[in-house]
């Protein structure tokens, strides 16, 4: 079965500093990974989407993440906050067959300080 | 246009009424969904409509009843909902599983109808 912890549900930085937001998955097979951010009381838009292609994969907004096989991680960087970054931020994985599921973590929320 | 467009962004309403939620989009898409999001939880898959016909229903009780009149339009009818039903309503759309194309799986979501439920 598919699953995805985020190791963090609240993450504070200042602006300006490195953003690291954690990720590890379990998949039974090469899965699909994706990262959304929600901004408060909007929907979701998708940062970006690992599909094996590329092991780094760089997103919108200046994130980025890297899948590690190894270590069944996935996490997402960013080298500078803004404030604009506060939200909250979902790791994701697509269920196998052809169902169109997504399978979401309990989420991370960023706060960036000024 | 890459837009989802929900409406209405806010509704209340008592737990005799009848109201829809209605969700719009105009890229081309042929798989649609609608989530249920709690405060500060993730979403929750309700259900997906692929090419206008009903795939997933994740066993959501039946005061919840989506349609998907064509391939632009997906409603979810609501009917006797309870306070607990209170929630933001996410709809989403994305080119179906299967489709040969490196968007495949993207999902675009609408802002949500945050429902109020007294």
């Known amino acids: 079965a598919q699953s995805v912890t985020q190791l963090d549900s609240h993450v504070s930085v200042s602006e300006g500093t490195p953003v690291l937001l954690r990720c590890n998955y379990s998949?039974?097979?090469?899965?699909?990974l994706f990262w959304y951010v929600q901004h408060p009381n909007k929907g979701l838009q998708l940062l970006l989407k690992?599909?094996?292609?590329?092991?780094l994969v760089k997103g919108i907004n200046g994130f980025e993440a890297e899948f590690k096989k190894s270590e069944t991680s996935f996490h997402l960087t960013k080298p500078s906050a803004h404030m604009s970054d506060a939200a909250e931020y979902f790791c994701?994985?697509?269920?196998?067959?052809?169902?169109?599921?997504?399978?979401f973590g309990q989420g991370t929320t960023l706060q960036v300080k000024p | 246009d890459t837009e989802v467009t929900q409406t209405p962004k806010h509704l209340v309403m008592g737990m005799t009424n009848k109201k829809s939620l209605k969700c719009e989009q105009h890229?081309?898409?042929?798989?649609m969904y609608w989530y249920k999001q709690k405060a500060k939880k993730p979403p929750e898959l309700m259900f997906v409509?692929?090419?206008?016909?009903?795939?997933i229903n994740e066993s959501v009780p039946s005061r919840f009843s989506p349609e998907c009149p064509n391939s632009s339009l997906l409603n979810l009818h609501l009917h006797a909902l309870q306070p607990e039903d209170s929630a933001l309503y996410l709809c989403?759309?994305?080119?179906?599983?299967?489709?040969?194309?490196?968007?495949?799986?993207?999902?675009?979501f609408g802002s949500g109808t945050q429902l109020s439920v007294l």
């Open positions: 989403a759309s994305s080119l179906p599983r299967g489709t040969s194309d490196p968007a495949n799986e993207k999902l675009f």
């Open positions: 998949s039974s097979y090469s899965p699909s």
């Open positions: 690992y599909t094996s292609a590329a092991t």
């Open positions: 994701v994985v697509s269920s196998p067959g052809n169902t169109g599921k997504l399978i």
């Open positions: 890229m081309g898409h042929r798989a």
């Open positions: 409509y692929s090419y206008e016909k009903l795939s």
